[in-house]
């Protein structure tokens, strides 16, 4: 009878888990890093895409703000704050500030009336169509309770044809337009991105 069995000891066996506890935390280590990285990462490119189409509409809308070739004077800046912008453009042609296009399917936009401001106490970028009319309607960009998306920041700065900041409305050629945002990251907290671009109004300060 073989008084010698093949097995390990209890040292052995020791050592054996202490190295594998060393090897598992330094995988766990690398692992959890790259993990948070890379969810960072993909959170931060969605902000920006998001951010980057609302810009695009806004300078599309805004650029056009004054329109018509029906009327020279009665279309343009409405309102010019530093978190409100509100403007009219003749989308349909017609000479007439139209608050709403609904009986219209061929003209895009739904109103002559347009207004972009930034909501504070919902932290949320909104876009209304004809404000202060029975056909006003309010669509949120960015933020809000039900968006994991949140604005920090929305700041307009008008200038003239000169390229100085003016308080004017009827001086008005370009505007800019400043948007910061932020997003869960998970374990890294929020990112922010900031967006920042300026716009030549085509139709004001001729």
């Known amino acids: 009878m073989n008084r010698y069995r093949a097995g390990f000891t209890l040292v052995e066996l020791m050592v054996t888990l202490t190295i594998f506890g060393i090897v598992a935390g330094s ?48 279309f343009g800046i409405i309102e010019a704050e530093p978190n409100l912008l509100s403007f ?59 968006d994991h998306m949140k604005m920090i920041d929305l700041t307009f700065t008008y200038f003239d044809q000169q390229g100085k900041e003016t308080d004017s409305l009827a001086d008005i050629s370009s505007v800019g337009i400043a948007l910061a945002a932020s997003t869960p990251a998970g374990r890294k907290g929020f990112v922010k991105q900031v967006h920042q671009t300026q716009v030549k109004c085509r139709n004001l300060g001729l």
């Not at 895009?108 to 009336?113: A, G, N, T, V």
């Open 27 to 74: 995988l766990v280590g690398l692992f959890v890093p790259m993990t948070a990285g890379y969810i960072s990462q993909n959170a931060g490119a969605d902000l920006q895409q998001t951010i980057r189409a609302v810009a695009d509409l806004m300078v599309r809308e805004i650029r056009m703000a004054g329109f018509s070739s029906q009327s020279e004077n009665r």
């Open 88 to 146: 009219s453009a003749d989308w349909d042609n017609d000479g007439l500030i139209t608050p709403s296009h609904r009986d219209n399917p061929t003209v895009f936009e739904e109103s002559d009336l347009i207004s972009y401001s930034l909501d504070a106490d919902n932290r949320s970028l909104r876009r209304i169509t004809a404000q202060d009319t029975e056909d006003e309607s309010s669509q949120t960009l960015i933020g809000g309770p039900s």
